[in-house]
């Protein structure tokens, strides 16, 4: 069992950044590839980033490549999204979660945390 909370997020101006934590309980926090996913007003829940369980493979949603970058500290039971040059259509709920898989697919995630707002103004 896993226990996720997201933190970090909030309102800044286009082209500002922020850094999304998620953290984590229980012990088995290192066995489990992590991903961000993002879902805004009225649309489907996305895929963002994701990472392995040793942190040195990642992917990443074509529209976030090159702005953001995911990492984890496993002693500290926590990933990180840090997030660079925002624009406007960034603005969403992002989600951390945590699957056996190291996988784009939100269904293959199986614990999820409770989200994250993140608003980007013009």
């Known amino acids: 069992q896993v226990q996720l909370v997201e933190s970090g997020g909030g309102l800044v101006q286009a082209g500002g950044s922020l850094r999304l934590s998620c953290a984590a309980s229980?012990?088995?926090?290192?066995?489990?590839?992590m991903g961000w996913f993002r879902q805004a007003p009225g649309k489907e829940r996305k895929f963002v980033a994701a990472i392995n369980t040793n942190g040195d493979g990642t992917r990443y949603a074509d529209s976030v490549k090159g702005r953001f970058t995911i990492s984890r500290d496993n002693a500290k039971n926590t990933v990180y999204l840090q997030m660079n040059t925002l624009k406007p259509e960034d603005t969403a709920v992002y989600y951390c979660?945590?699957?056996?898989?190291?996988?784009?697919?939100?269904?293959?995630?199986?614990?999820w945390g409770q989200g994250t707002q993140v608003t980007v103004s013009s």
């Open positions: 979660a945590a699957s056996p898989q190291f996988s784009i697919l939100s269904f293959t995630y199986n614990y």
């Open positions: 229980g012990r088995t926090f290192i066995t489990y590839p």
